[in-house]
């Protein structure tokens, strides 16, 4: 079974930036959709941005501006920038890979935000 493998995650101050990344660990035929969620502490998990594999791309309002999605397809690899970090974008990040036969999630990513 193809797994997902992030990588990124840390600690940052308040202002600071990581770059995620996430890859399958063999080959995925026909991806559609990769996606980034995150999951704040004692909160539901939820959508952070995704992009289409004709590249259209979608925000939540919360990081509109700030974090950039992007995917690399000879890679199989979704990328999310993150700028001008805040201590509530601390979280396990998530990603998501679907193709037209599955959907996997990856194993997430602490983001910490702290001074």
């Known amino acids: 079974q193809v797994q997902l493998v992030e990588s990124g995650g840390g600690l940052v101050g308040p202002g600071g930036s990581l770059r995620l990344s996430c890859a399958p660990s063999g080959y995925i035929f026909g991806i559609t959709t990769m996606g980034w969620y995150r999951q704040p502490p004692g909160k539901q998990r939820e959508l952070v941005a995704a992009i289409t594999a004709g590249g259209r791309t979608n925000y939540a309002d919360s990081v509109k501006g700030r974090f950039t999605i992007s995917r690399d397809n000879a890679k199989n690899t979704v990328y999310l920038q993150m700028n001008s970090l805040k201590p509530e974008d601390t979280a396990v990040y998530y990603c998501?890979?679907?193709?037209?036969?599955?959907?996997?999630w990856g194993q997430g990513t602490q983001v910490t935000v702290s001074s």
């Open positions: 998501k890979i679907e193709s037209v036969s599955m959907s996997s």
